[in-house]
């Protein structure tokens, strides 16, 4: 099935060729899914080892990676594979979070993770009510983060960009991603399972969260 095609002029219809209730049912697979994940990922921060940073990363991307390759194989082993990369990327994210827990409190993460919650609702409620072109925004989004990679890197050694300039950047390229990500379930998903379109929504969560939770802490310092 045909779904936001270009025409042979590259116009884009905004029209969507697949059933309201089939969409509505990738989207609640995509968010209970999701939703198990991040109960997951809480699990991991809490049991996170202070060295669990690098193991959770390298294991995360391969589980990424692994998942991709495997979707269509084994829907069943990309499931449970996507359960395991959201408890490792507790460990990733863990000890971070435990020094802001530290540092700052628990409810500056409690409003981080409310503050996020909140902004993907509102982009999931964008992608529903207008028609976008989510091939186009996911270009621009993937093209934009390569260079803020690229740039955060240059940054390590030339130092111009601060972190909170690079946290903005972050949110800014995710809140497109995730509308983008929103766009394509709205469209049937253009043949993703429900595994690969949840990872997409839980690591642009992820990113938004952290870049939120920079943000807030570094206020936080800058009053203190």
Not at 111 to 130: D, K, Q, R
């Amino acid at each position: 099935m045909a779904m936001n095609d270009y025409n042979l002029n590259n116009t884009y219809y905004n029209t969507i060729d697949v059933p309201r209730e089939e969409t509505a049912s990738l989207l609640a697979k995509v968010l209970a899914i999701t939703s198990v994940g991040f109960f997951i990922t809480s699990i991991g921060v809490a049991t996170a080892p202070a060295w669990g940073t690098l193991v959770g990363f390298i294991v995360v991307i391969g589980l990424v990676f692994a998942i991709s390759l495997s979707r269509k194989a084994s829907p069943g082993l990309a499931l449970g594979m996507f359960l395991v990369l959201t408890y490792f990327m507790g460990w990733e994210i863990g000890p971070l979070i435990q020094r802001y827990i530290h540092n700052f409190g628990t409810g500056l993460v409690f409003n981080a993770a409310a503050t996020t919650g909140c902004g993907m609702a509102v982009m999931g409620c964008v992608a529903y009510l207008f028609n976008i072109n989510y091939r186009r925004i996911a270009g621009i989004g993937m093209a934009a983060l390569l260079l803020l990679i690229i740039a955060g890197v240059a940054s390590m050694f030339f130092h111009f960009l601060s972190p909170d300039t690079y946290s903005w950047l972050t949110l800014g390229i995710f809140a497109l991603l995730t509308v983008g990500d929103f766009a394509r379930i709205r469209a049937g998903g253009n043949g993703a399972s429900a595994v690969v379109l949840s990872l997409s929504i839980y690591l642009d969560a992820i990113n938004i969260f952290m870049a939120v939770l920079q943000l807030m802490g570094g206020r936080r310092s800058s009053r203190s």
